[in-house]
């Protein structure tokens, strides 16, 4: 099931005052990830949640690439979905099964400013057919952050483009997920967000 969208940019700041120009929603702090160089703003859509992630100038250079080619962005864009999973290790097996790598859980850990939130994620080692495969996280006893994040959003669209919907279809349902796919000369995801104030797709 879907738990979260991410929506990558250069510029945290600057990508929440567009999404707030076009929907009247204004995303909440979310906060760092500690040593990976990253921060995030959450906008909720009920039990699910957008996440705007961007480099964080509060921390050090992370001595590595930054998450979702974050360091190789020239703009925002929508990167993938982040599916719920109570365990990642069946998700290991199952992505096995027809030939898609993805890691053992991974600790993570974000630093709100009410509160810390430790989760693990499972993580694709290969292709991602352009977002529409995604990662999968177990957040454990953490609070799930779509409660404290900024309400008003709701996903008007979400569905995968990609030249071959078929074969994709087939590796979502070995790996237990189900997203509507069509046909598209490109693989990518089309997510359009409604508000108070408008509808928005955003860029991908």
């Known amino acids: 099931m ?11 700041a600057m990508t929440s005052e567009w999404l707030a120009d076009h929907t009247g929603v204004v995303a909440s702090e979310g906060g760092p990830h500690v040593n990976k160089g990253t ?23 992370p001595g590595e690439p930054r998450s979702f080619g974050i360091d190789d962005l020239t ?7 982040c599916a719920r999973q109570h ?7 199952a992505g096995a099964s027809v030939g898609l790598g993805y ?6 850990r974000r630093v709100a400013p009410d509160m810390t939130l430790d989760w693990h994620l499972s993580l694709p080692t290969g292709g991602i057919e352009g ?11 953490s609070r ?6 900024a309400p008003g959003l709701t996903v008007a669209e979400i569905h995968g483009l990609h030249p071959d919907p078929d ?8 790996l237990g997920e189900t997203m509507k796919v069509e046909r598209g000369d490109l693989p990518g995801l089309h997510v359009e967000l409604s508000g108070p104030s408008g509808s928005v797709v955003l860029p991908k």
């Open 2 to 12: 879907l738990d979260h969208i991410v929506f990558a940019t250069t510029d945290i």
């Open 39 to 61: 921060r995030n703003r959450l906008c909720s859509f009920g039990d699910t949640y957008l996440e705007i992630i961007g480099p964080d100038p509060e921390q050090d250079d």
């Open 75 to 81: 703009a925002h864009r929508v990167i993938t979905w």
């Open 87 to 93: 365990n990642l290790d069946t998700v290991v097996a």
């Open 103 to 108: 890691t053992s859980p991974v600790p993570m």
């Open 131 to 141: 977002g529409i495969l995604p990662f999968f996280i177990d957040w454990g006893e």
């Open 144 to 149: 799930h952050p779509s409660e404290t994040a």
């Open 167 to 174: 074969r994709v279809n087939a590796l979502l349902a070995a």
